[in-house]
Every structure is written in C-alpha cells, then in structure tokens.
C-alpha cells in the first residue's frame, strides 16, 4: 500500500515491529517477555482429566500447568494425551480454547490434515489464477490424493509461483513432522510463531520490501508513544468527537461521541470517522469476541454508508471483522476473532522500560 512502512528493532530477548501508514501506527508485534500465551499458536500435548457433563467436551492438562477445554470428547476417556493446537486468545479466567484440528499457517497456504480439500481465501476470485494455485498444489501426492487439505491465502495474489511452492513444501514438512508425533508426555511440540514470523504472515506489503531495521528508528516515527496512548479508553476523532472502547469479560463496548454538536450531520460524520478508526484500534489492542458499537446520532438511511466503510477499513488488513447486524435500540452488532494478543498493563509496563 502507499505510504506504507515497516519498522524492526530489538525488543528485550526479541524483536518489535511496527507498520506505518503515513507516520500513523497500523499494526503492532512485539516478543513480550512473559509467558502467560506461548500456549497459542503452538502445538502441544495435553492430557484428558474431566469431563464436562451433557457438553460433550472435556477438560485438558497442558504444559506450563495450564488447563485447557476442548469440545467433542465422544471418543475420548481420562488419561487420554492428545496433539493439540490453540488458535485463539482467551479471556483471563477461562480455561484455553484446544482444538484436535491441526493446521499448519505460512505466509501463503494453510495446510489441513483433516480438512482435506484444496480451497482459496475469498480475495482471490480470478478463475484463472485459482486453476492456476490448484495445478500447483496438486503436483503434491499428499494434496492432490487427499491426504491434506490446502488454503491458499490471499498473499497468493501477488506472489510468484516459485515463492508460493517453497512455503507448500516448508508447511508440508511441518505437518508430516508433527503429524508423526506420538502423544505420550504433556510437552512442547512446535512454539508458537515469534514476533517477526508473526509480521511476515500478515503484512503483504513485506512481499516486496524488507523492515527498516535503522537505529532508534522506533523513536523517529513516535512508536513507542503511539503504543502508549492505546492504554487510555477515548480516542479522539478528527472532527471533535471522539469514540470510548471499554472491554469487559462478556463483550467489548464501543461508544462513538460527536462532541458538543449533536446535529444528525455531526453524528453521520463522527460514525464514520469511527467506522475508519474501530478496525486499527481493535487490531493493535488485541481485541475480539462479541463487540457492540453505540453510535452517534444516526439515521437508518445511513446505516448502508456505515456498513460499507467498515468493510472498506476491514479489507485493507487481516482483521477478521463479522458484521452481525443492529439490535432495535440502533448498536451495531460485530464478531470479531480473537486472534490478536490483548495489549493490557504488563505489555505497557515492559514498553515503559524500553523508553
């Protein structure tokens, strides 16, 4: 995209990296130092110890002694260890989300070990260019007879073949690997994917240009100051409003203000400048689950216009935004995944001490 810049720099035993559109902040990775979800992402072992009654689903021993849930458990008796996977964050309190659907993510192809079809991300409708991903694909015995599933990302778009080949054959070998693992202890199998790894499966604009690794070079751009001001619940809006994001254990609550004027004009205005701002704030805070937006002064004639410039601001990046609907009171409905790590007072903390 124009404009668009991305920032490296070390960051404790890590690194940091920064995606810039006009000197603004878009996007965010950083190697935290604590340890509270190197569970997500990563593949592990874990044991069967309870059953959960009438739900079809049990509770799992996991490594770093903590308790995960996973659902349908028909096959399953105590004691059972299992290869697991966890995708999604979970709120604090809740025991973590497992799944035994095993899937390997590069920076252009899913593979699925149980899903065994060869499909494509919605971004890429050329017939053609899918024809073309799916002859590529098939020349692999594993995906071609059905051994494995494939996705192909929407990276794929504007990658060359022999790029999109490499990262077929590097996932491939991750999920025979894996995949031939025998469950006998509760351990690590594969950690999950560190900061940098993070930037390269979700920044295309890293397809055709390397991070800036200068010396200060966070400091030039204000990162670490833009980071800090997603600690404060308001965020000001261009024209004087403003819109307050306040997370709670069921939901997150999303109030859109226009300020002193409250004229329908003003409250078209601010809606949209939220609609244009709620995606980046969402992305870089690590937010997801259930979201309802309250909204400024809003006719129902308009609610098309606010519709289409969220999905706008969602397809610029990989947020995986649901519009759900309105409820009759006028609030805007969203799903979001919680495929982010929530930015909370430990990460400030750790930023604090970097500057």
Known sequence: MINEITLIEPFFKGNALALIKGGKLQDFFADFEDSDHSLVGSTFVGEVVRFSKNSN????????????????????????????????????????????????????????????????????SNKDQRQSLRDLGEKYPNIKNKMYGIIFRSTCRISSNERIKEDIEKQLARCNKITAVIPNDILFIESSPNALQNAFQEWQILENQDPKQERHCFDNFSIWEQLLSFRESSVQLPSGGSISIEPTQALVAIDVNTGSDTSLAAGLKANIEAMNEIPRQLRIRGLGGKIVVEMGPLSKIHRIKIESTLKKNVSLYSDKIRIAGWTPLGNLELEKSRDRRPIGETQFSQIEKII
């Open 57 to 124: 689903s049990c509770f799992i021993k996991l490594p770093n002694n903590q308790v995960g849930f996973l659902r349908g458990s028909k096959d399953l008796k105590s004691g059972d260890k299992l290869l697991l996977q966890s995708r999604f964050f979970t709120p604090k309190n809740k025991a973590l989300v497992v799944t035994r659907d095993l899937s390997f993510k590069g920076r252009y192809v899913i593979i699925t070990p149980k899903k065994k079809m060869i499909s494509f991300s919605k971004n890429i």
